[in-house]
């Protein structure tokens, strides 16, 4: 039962994870989440600017772009709104 609770409303789940565990161990949680994802967009982003003429780097950055766009666009599409034909957990 508290399960389904917390399913249909993420805010609990939220408030009950501060009080369970603090909110300094969620920030740090919620910092150990973004940070590595934040370090290798800046790793890329030099490589780019130092190396972009490159062709070895060019190709390799060329043939990364569809894989981001069809990743930028999955993640979109579940944004429509719609549920129809999703489990309940995911409404």
Not at 58 to 77: D, E, N, Q, Y
């Amino acid at each position: 039962m508290l399960r389904a609770r917390l399913a249909a409303e993420p805010e609990v789940d939220r408030r009950l994870l501060i009080r369970r565990a603090g909110r300094a161990d969620c920030d740090h949680a919620g910092a150990l989440l973004v940070l590595p994802s934040l370090f290798i967009l800046i790793g890329l982003s030099w490589v780019y600017m130092a190396h972009g003429q490159v062709p070895a780097v060019a190709g390799l950055f060329h043939g990364i772009k569809p894989a981001v766009t069809a990743l930028v666009g999955h993640a979109a599409s579940g944004w429509s709104g719609s549920s129809a034909g999703r489990a309940p957990w995911h409404r």
